[in-house]
């Protein structure tokens, strides 16, 4: 599998709502998380959010989505990231590890609940970076 970019999306609490609402629009098989599947939640009026949410097209495009939660502050019009999945550890690290050269890593790069490897970094121009290292099947 080659690397993907995908546009990544946050919201207020209305993640499940907007990507339902998507999928009326484009077709195609949405899967929805909750941080309360994956234990996630800190705070117990987190557990029904969303915690990762995608769409794939008919078209073969897909688009992620996510709430926030109360620990992040939500800001409209900076409420994306950008989404680097893939299978090629080597490849994937290595634009983590540039990326946060003159960024910040907000979340280092390690084995999820999920079970693939994931990571944060904002990078010098304030872009959120997600890079999620797909485990082998």
Not at 33 to 50: H, L, M, S, V
Not at 98 to 109: A, F, H, Y
């Amino acid at each position: 599998m080659a690397t993907v970019l995908n546009p990544y999306i946050n919201f207020d609490g209305n993640t499940r709502e907007a990507m339902e609402f998507y999928k009326s629009v484009f077709g195609g098989k949405l899967d929805l998380n909750t941080f309360g599947e994956f234990k996630a939640a800190e705070d117990p009026a987190d557990a029904d959010k969303i915690m990762h949410s995608q769409l794939e097209t008919p078209g073969g495009w897909k688009f992620m989505a996510a709430d926030i939660t109360k620990k992040f502050e939500y800001k409209p019009g900076s409420n994306f990231s950008m989404s680097l999945s893939g299978e090629d550890e080597a490849e994937l690290k290595s634009y983590f590890e540039k990326l946060g050269e003159s960024g910040t890593v907000t979340m280092p790069m390690e084995k999820q609940m999920w079970g693939d490897q994931f990571g944060m970094v904002n990078d010098k121009f304030g872009i959120t970076w997600m890079v999620n290292i797909n485990a082998a099947k």
